[in-house]
């Protein structure tokens, strides 16, 4: 028989530095203007694009995002540099983003009234990692000094939820009595700071979440999981082609096609009723209606996106409450946007309530939970 599983913690850790809209537009149009001067001559000879000016209401506007944090400033805003200054650490120092997992993690266990001995297994899961081998996870479990195994997932905005499906299994069947997932989310190296379209939609961050068998779950509040669901379908309307292959080609190794870039309106289009749809199938899969629901924690990619997906859900305009928005504060932090909503908007439901995670981006890929609070 397999156990009941619950979310047992979660944290989220912030890093240290903050940027906003406004000081992004500023380094975007000075390096633009710098550029465009130094093509002046290819510009009015029409053998070149100008760069075009960024503006901070427009990015309010479209997104829903005023500012994101950063785990290193330094750099970002450099117009003779425009990404962050990350240095290089020794083998024998915990890497950068070993460091913002610890960090969460550390957050997580508190939250769920578990040390290091109650974890069986960890799983990284994010977009990128910092490096293929050894894993993230593994330097996280040396570092925290959790028994069992650990393993390193990729699948760009899903990584959380797909982390947390295999987490739910692990302990469903009893390999598990608890396992830790966490996203260590170490964007802004991937971001093009140059690139008016795309250089303020991610922010740094790292969320933790604790799933363990809930007979053994002590912590205030609790979250089961009633049930899981993922899908994907592969679009090229968000990539990055940056990979261990680089090295093996003559191609520009941080040309544009290398780091972050999208299709913006057409994954727009795409996604909202994939989303709609995967979560109604979800719902109804286990006799829910979507008005049996009174949390929906959401990818956090654009604010009029969320909106338009939980309008069509529920029938009605969405009230804040609904479908809480941290994009203001976060930004896009790839997979971690739905579990920021939820760590953050969840302790407040009565017992009983029935709410979904659902995280939706590059694949695409479409992960989600059904959980009731205990
Ligand atoms: N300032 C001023 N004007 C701008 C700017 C700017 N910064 N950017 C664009 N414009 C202009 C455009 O050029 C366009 O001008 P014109 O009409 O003359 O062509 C006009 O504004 C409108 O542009 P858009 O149609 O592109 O604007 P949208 O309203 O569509 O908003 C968004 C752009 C905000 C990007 C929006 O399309 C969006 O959010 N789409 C959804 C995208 C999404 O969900 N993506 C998921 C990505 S996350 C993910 O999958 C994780 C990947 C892994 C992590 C990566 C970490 C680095």
Not at 171 to 176: K, P
Not at 239 to 256: H, I, K, L, Q
Not at 274 to 286: S, Y
Request: glycine share 6%; proline share 4%.
């Amino acid at each position: 028989m397999s156990q009941s599983v619950v979310i047992s913690g979660k944290g989220v850790w912030l890093p240290p530095h903050r940027i906003s809209n406004q000081e992004l537009v500023t380094a975007l149009n000075a390096w633009s203007e710098a550029y465009n001067l130094e093509h002046a001559a290819e510009i009015a000879a029409g053998t070149c694009e100008p760069k075009p000016m960024s503006d901070a209401a427009f990015i309010e506007k479209a997104s829903g995002i005023k500012s994101r944090y950063a785990f290193e400033k330094k750099g970002i805003l450099d117009i003779n540099r425009m990404r962050p200054d990350i240095e290089e650490r020794p083998d024998d120092v915990l890497s950068q983003q070993a460091e913002m997992a610890v960090n969460a993690a550390t957050i997580a266990l508190k939250n769920a009234n578990k040390t290091a001995a109650d974890i069986d297994a960890v799983i990284v899961s994010c977009a990128y990692t910092q490096r293929a081998y050894p894993a993230i996870a593994i330097e996280v479990q040396a570092a925290l000094g959790i028994a069992g195994f650990g393993f390193d997932m990729l699948v760009a905005c899903s990584a959380a939820t797909f982390a947390v499906h295999r987490a739910y299994e692990m302990v469903a069947v009893g390999s598990a009595r608890a396992v830790l997932v966490i996203n260590p989310e170490l964007t802004s190296p991937q971001v093009n700071y140059t690139d008016r379209d795309s250089h303020f939609i991610f922010g740094d961050v790292a969320t933790a979440i604790v799933i363990e068998n809930g007979d053994l779950a002590t912590s205030d509040h609790q979250y089961e999981i009633l049930s899981t669901k993922a899908e994907t379908q592969f679009s090229n309307n968000i990539r990055s082609n940056f990979g261990y292959v680089t090295r093996a080609s003559d191609a520009d190794p941080y040309s544009a096609d290398k780091l972050f870039h999208q299709e913006g309106r057409k994954v727009f289009k795409d996604v909202c009723p994939m989303a709609i749809r995967h979560m109604q199938d979800h719902l109804h899969k286990l006799d829910l209606t979507e008005t049996a629901v009174t949390r929906w924690w959401l990818h956090q990619a654009n604010i009029n996106m969320n909106q338009l997906i939980v309008r069509k859900l529920i029938g009605k305009e969405p009230g804040g409450e609904d479908a809480p928005i941290v994009l203001d504060e976060f930004a896009n932090t790839a997979s971690a946007g739905s579990i920021i909503a939820f760590t953050r908007h969840s302790d407040d439901l009565p017992s009983g309530s029935i709410g979904v995670i659902c995280s939706f981006g590059a694949g695409y890929s479409i992960g989600s939970l059904i959980v009731k609070k205990r």
